[in-house]
């Protein structure tokens, strides 16, 4: 019970050394953000980009950075910090190590909704529209899966959560294929590019949509990281505790599907952040969520843009990236888990 | 109603439920239906043809007519296609629930079909125009790589892998392998090609490839009966199996090739259609009971009636802009998932 009694001996040393990862994340973060505006197929050396930043650049080096490559970095921090949160608050939940928005089908019906969308609408005219759209397509699967995997007197098992999502996931894909079929070629494309996670449609306006979720429900779940400690102890000493559980939980999972509609709004189907983050972050801080969460939030950030990097040397989209790393992972942890 | 046990299993004194009375009138009920929608199946479409001009087309053929040359070049390699790809996906299905004793096996959840469809992306973009030899082969070669993720994975847990576990590490890898299958598409601009061809369909079938891909088919439909006496002794549990003498490593090995060709060859005619091996073998096994040596015939002649009524299906649905039938099959396929899900019973 030590996460409950903050004034132990060893609870100091693992807040020193939360403080201390949190920091090297920070520096990793930023280090990893400079490098990161300086590749891609157009390339600024440092000095241009020095002097870009300073105001002394030329039209063309201040398009480039300010309106192409800064965005898209901004924009892959935020998104890996919400997925990642995202991952984090569900694992808390359902006390499964392997929970994780893309896993849990959410993407997919953000996804169909998108399809839907373009398929009635111009390409030109809908891309403001979309992540609206995507957040309402998340949040009606999230309802859909809860509530198939809800039993009365048993709440949600796990277990059956896992399947839910992804027999929803694969109904859901089956629908996406018979849309995408009846698309025109360059809906295809977009549509094609969009799932698998691409960043490539970023600019600002993206930015500002995303940008007022991640600033209200990650402070939000930050305060509520000592529920989500209740809620892993268990269901009866969770309840022994006193805590409205079930209320609780709600909101704690309102939250998560928040985070990972807006964040598959924005940047498409971008799967496994939302398992790994976590993950790196609960070996390196411990199981403590005052910790965690922000822990999880800065690997979720540094692991996507680190792949969005990637993904623009070689120019594919970054969700297949991280799937290329996230999957293997998965397997490593399913091998590991009870 | 007599023999409740075979005799086989009597002599090694276990007893196994199976009704062998009903499981004879399902293959010859299974295969009459089989004939009477392989015959609807020919003449509906987006023009309809009369069963009198499907009779002359097949014995008294007359190249002049384009009823006749549909019939011949069209419809029927489409029919022949379904048949074969259905029981190969059922019958793939149900030897890997007889041998894993997982009730959730199936090609497509376990990122089999995933394999397949990576290799085909692979010779889609790298060698254009290849033979449908070669890229049959390539796709046993994708879902063997698959298989071999699957369940290398299961064994470094221990324990073994539960059949939950199973289908989370196949949506991994199913993940991974789509992933690349993307990446693959959107670099050489193949994604609308490569969709049409994973939807499932028998549009485009002919002649070349049933006559290449039906030797396999049934050649490992012929070897899964002859290895169902031991995949009903696997599914009684290892300990009892390797007790009866048998030799469960090569039981296994044998089978998953078996399930690998089965899988590959059909994915590489029809695409990925998914559930088929999941439902058809729950189906089959609630009929007849749990004597492999019923389950997997019947499993092969529900499992090619399902496509085949199904194409009948997806093509009345909408005649002039076909419904891929992998949609068509989930859309069955995915309450049952989540039906088997649902009974949630401590083993699983």
């Known amino acids: ?338 | 109603m007599e023999a409740h046990s075979s005799p086989h299993a009597r002599k090694a004194d276990i007893r196994i439920h199976s009704r062998p009375a009903a499981a004879m009138l399902i293959l010859i009920g299974g295969i009459l239906a089989l004939i009477v929608s392989a015959a609807v199946s020919i003449c509906v479409g987006a023009a309809d043809i009369s069963l009198s001009t499907v009779w002359d087309a097949l014995f008294h053929f007359n190249g002049e007519l384009t009823s006749h040359q549909v019939i011949r070049e069209l419809r029927i390699p489409r029919v022949l296609a379904g048949a074969l790809t259905g029981a190969a996906f059922a019958a793939s299905g149900a030897i890997m629930q007889g041998m894993t004793r997982n009730p959730l096996a199936d090609s497509g959840l376990l990122g089999i079909n995933a394999g397949a469809g990576v290799m085909l992306a692979i010779c889609f973009a790298f060698f254009p125009g290849m033979s449908f030899v070669s890229l049959m082969l390539f796709s046993f070669v994708g879902a063997a790589a698959a298989v071999i993720l699957v369940f290398g994975t299961g064994a470094f847990v221990r324990g073994g892998l539960t059949p939950v576990r199973l289908v989370l590490a196949g949506a991994a890898v199913s993940a991974l392998l789509i992933a690349i299958s993307d990446a693959i598409a959107i670099r050489y601009n193949i994604g609308r090609d490569l969709a049409f061809f994973m939807a499932g369909g028998m549009q485009a079938v002919d002649w070349a490839q049933i006559r290449i891909m039906s030797p396999w088919v049934i050649g490992c439909l012929i070897g899964a009966v002859l290895l169902s006496r031991s995949i009903t002794l696997l599914s009684l549990g290892e300990d009892i199996a390797v007790g009866l003498g048998q030799r469960t490593g090569l039981i296994k090995t044998i089978g998953m090739l078996l399930v690998l060709i089965l899988a590959g060859a059909s994915v590489s005619v029809v695409g990925a259609v998914g559930f088929v091996g999941l439902i058809i073998p729950h189906v089959a096994r609630y009929l007849v009971g749990v004597d492999y040596r019923w389950i997997i015939p019947c499993s092969a002649v529900l499992g090619s009636l399902l496509i085949v009524v199904s194409d009948i299906g997806a093509r009345l649905f909408n005649p002039y802009s076909e419904t891929p039938l992998g949609a068509l099959i989930a859309l069955i396929g995915v309450p049952f998932f989540l039906y088997l899900a649902m009974r949630e019973r401590r083993e699983l």
């Open chain 1, 1 to 338: 019970m030590a996460s409950l009694h903050p004034v132990t001996p060893a609870e100091a040393a693992r807040k020193r050394r939360a403080y201390k990862v949190i920091a090297v994340l920070g520096a990793l973060i930023a280090a990893v953000f400079i490098i990161s505006m300086n590749t891609g197929t157009l390339r600024l050396s440092p000095s241009e980009m020095l002097h870009t930043i300073i105001g002394s650049g030329t039209d063309k080096q201040e398009l480039i950075l300010y309106q192409f490559r800064l965005p898209r970095i901004v924009m892959s921090v935020l998104i890996g910090a919400g997925f990642a949160v995202s991952g984090c608050i569900l694992q808390g939940v359902t006390r499964n190590a392997l929970a994780d928005p893309g896993i849990l089908g959410i993407n997919a019906g953000a996804g169909l909704i998108v399809i839907l969308y373009i398929s009635v609408m111009p390409l030109d005219k809908s891309i403001f529209m979309l992540p609206f759209m995507s957040l309402v397509g998340a949040g009606a699967t999230a309802a859909l899966i809860y509530a198939l995997s809800y039993r009365r007197h048993h709440g949600i098992s796990t277990i059956r959560l896992l399947l839910v999502g992804i027999a929803v996931a694969a109904g859901i894909s089956a629908a996406m294929i018979v849309l995408t079929l009846k698309l025109n070629p360059d809906q295809f494309k977009f549509v094609q590019t969009w799932l698998a996670g691409s960043l490539l449609g970023t600019d600002w306006r993206f930015v500002s949509a995303l940008l007022p979720w991640i600033a209200v429900l990650l402070p939000f779940v930050f305060v509520k990281s000592r529920v989500l400690d209740i809620l892993n102890l268990g269901d009866h000493t969770a309840a022994g505790l006193g805590a409205a559980l079930n209320r609780e939980r709600l909101y704690l999972y309102g939250a998560a599907i928040g985070l990972a509609g807006s964040c598959v709004a924005v940047g498409g189907g971008i799967a496994f952040v939302g398992l790994i983050g976590p993950h790196l972050a609960r070996r390196l801080v411990g199981p403590n969520h005052a910790y965690l969460l922000p822990a999880s939030a800065m690997t979720g950030a540094l692991l996507l843009i680190v792949s969005d990097s990637l993904a623009r040397m070689y120019d594919i989209p970054t969700g297949i990236i991280v799937a290329i790393i996230g999957a293997p992972y998965f397997l490593y942890l399913l091998t590991r888990t009870k």
